[in-house]
């Protein structure tokens, strides 16, 4: 299976900063998706992204399939944008694979 | 469109006894799958269904762990002899057989095995 790796793992960010995660994998990817998870522990979907750009809100997102791998902007971050970010995909079968997590703090 | 919905929420259970969780999908998504997250981890796989078949299953799942979808529809999941390492978040997610293949995820059923 694939390998997925996230960075930075933490984040701590001031109020109205703008951010960028990355998401790197092993092998091509089928299906990329990028979620948050809140702090009940809900996985709302960001992104289905297996390639090129993306855009709600202030999220946007960036696959570059070629090159293997993903970004996920936060602009103007807001203290509800807190928790966890992860990327997750897969290229065989149909079992999303994650990587480990942005734990993103925004202080007011 | 209700979204993905996992039943009890939360779950304590004593050790060596048998729980049951069950996930009720997105109507007319004919895949649902099981995942399990640890406590800062990102969520593993452990098995999926195509409609009522399984069609996969991980390494993760021992032989105390069994999944059902018998009519394609709800899926349940049972462990039997819980053990504490099993103490975990329990989630659910579906999606369509084809096209864009998004998995949308329920809210999951958090177990504490004592």
């Known amino acids: 299976g694939i390998q997925v790796e996230q960075s930075p793992p933490d984040l701590i960010l001031q109020e109205g900063a703008n951010s960028t995660l990355r998401c790197n994998f092993s092998?091509?990817?089928?299906?990329l998706q990028w979620f948050h998870q809140n702090p009940w522990g809900q996985l709302i979907n960001l992104f289905y992204i297996p390639s090129g750009t993306k855009q709600n809100g202030r999220l946007s997102a960036t696959t570059v399939a070629t090159e293997r791998y993903s970004l996920l902007y936060i602009s103007s971050s807001q203290t509800t944008d807190s928790g966890v970010y992860f990327c997750a995909g897969y290229n065989a079968g149909n079992m999303l694979t994650f990587g480990g997590g942005t734990r993103l703090m925004v202080k007011p | 469109d209700t979204g993905v919905s996992q039943d009890p929420r939360h779950k304590i259970t004593k050790r060596g006894q048998n729980v049951t969780f069950r996930c009720d999908p997105i109507?007319?998504?004919?895949?649902l799958y099981w995942y399990r997250q640890t406590l800062g981890q990102g969520p593993e796989f452990l098995t999926y269904?195509?409609?009522?078949?399984?069609?996969?299953k991980s390494r993760l799942l021992s032989d105390r762990f069994s999944a059902e979808r018998p009519k394609g529809s709800f899926s349940t999941l049972e462990i039997q002899r819980t053990e504490q390492g099993d103490s975990a978040m329990y989630l659910c997610?579906?999606?369509?057989?084809?096209?864009?293949?998004?998995?949308?995820f329920g809210p999951g059923t958090r177990l504490l095995v004592l």
């Open positions: 997610a579906s999606s369509r057989l084809a096209g864009q293949e998004t998995q949308y």
């Open positions: 109507s007319e998504h004919n895949r």
């Open positions: 092998d091509s990817v089928n299906n």
């Open positions: 269904f195509q409609n009522e078949a399984q069609l996969e």
